[in-house]
């Protein structure tokens, strides 16, 4: 059974970068799958952030891809999210997961809220 | 980027009762939609893909169905821990998009 779980700071000041790992346990991060990142502001709805592949290969949201950073550690199993220059905008929880057949997202973390406050 | 539109906003029923979800596609997506029912507090969980597979684990009263830009999921009989929001979410169209959720409510 494949788990994924998010770490990093629950704060981080406005203009300030972002950065999330998410750590993958019970498969290898170099499967034939992507691995993605997903944000929910709180009471508000899903928006797909970006991916990566365990080649290094990557795939941003156009309305994120200016501020977005997405890598991958294979010696430690898990992938990265660094989001630069955040506001108030950018306080969500946000969440990685695996993408199915390269479509659909299978496996969650349990998601982190982060906060954009000074 | 593909709009995708989900009806009602709010679905108000009983348990044992049938549940009709809608999502559309401001344009066509073939097959490729998923389904998915997230809890307060909880992640997002996948239901269906590719419109009509339900994913593994996924009990048999959930079913999705439809093609190009109209889909729908349905709910046999709900059952207390139904009650929930559903997201529908494409992947045909650059970037991967979500529609904005309908939450399935106890009447």
């Known amino acids: 059974q494949v788990q994924l779980q998010e770490s990093g700071p629950g704060l981080v000041k406005p203009s300030g970068t972002l950065s999330l790992t998410c750590a993958v346990s019970g498969g290898s991060i170099s499967s034939n799958n992507w691995w993605s990142w997903v944000r929910q502001p709180p009471g508000k709805g899903l928006e797909w952030i970006g991916e990566i592949y365990h080649s290094g290969s990557t795939n941003y949201n156009p309305s994120l891809k200016s501020r977005v950073t997405i890598s991958v550690d294979k010696s430690k199993n898990q992938f990265s999210l660094k989001l630069s220059s955040v506001t108030a905008a950018d306080t969500a929880v946000y969440y990685c997961?695996?993408?199915?057949?390269?479509?659909?997202?299978?496996?969650w973390g349990q998601g982190t809220l982060v906060t954009v406050s000074s | 980027e593909i709009v995708l539109t989900q009806s009602p906003d709010t679905l108000s029923l009983s348990p044992g009762e049938r549940a009709t979800l809608s999502c559309r596609a401001s344009?066509?997506?073939?097959?490729?939609l998923a389904w998915y029912q997230q809890k307060p507090g909880q992640a997002p969980r996948l239901l269906i893909y590719?419109?009509?597979n339900r994913a593994t684990g996924i009990p048999a009263r959930f079913s999705g169905s439809g093609s190009g830009t109209d889909f729908t999921l349905t709910i046999s009989s709900l059952e207390p821990e139904d009650f929930a929001v559903y997201y529908c979410q494409q992947r045909s169209n650059w970037p991967p998009t979500f529609g904005p959720g309908t939450k399935v409510d106890i009447k």
């Open positions: 997961a695996r993408v199915l057949l390269a479509r659909s997202f299978d496996y």
């Open positions: 344009q066509s997506v073939s097959s490729y």
């Open positions: 590719d419109a009509s």
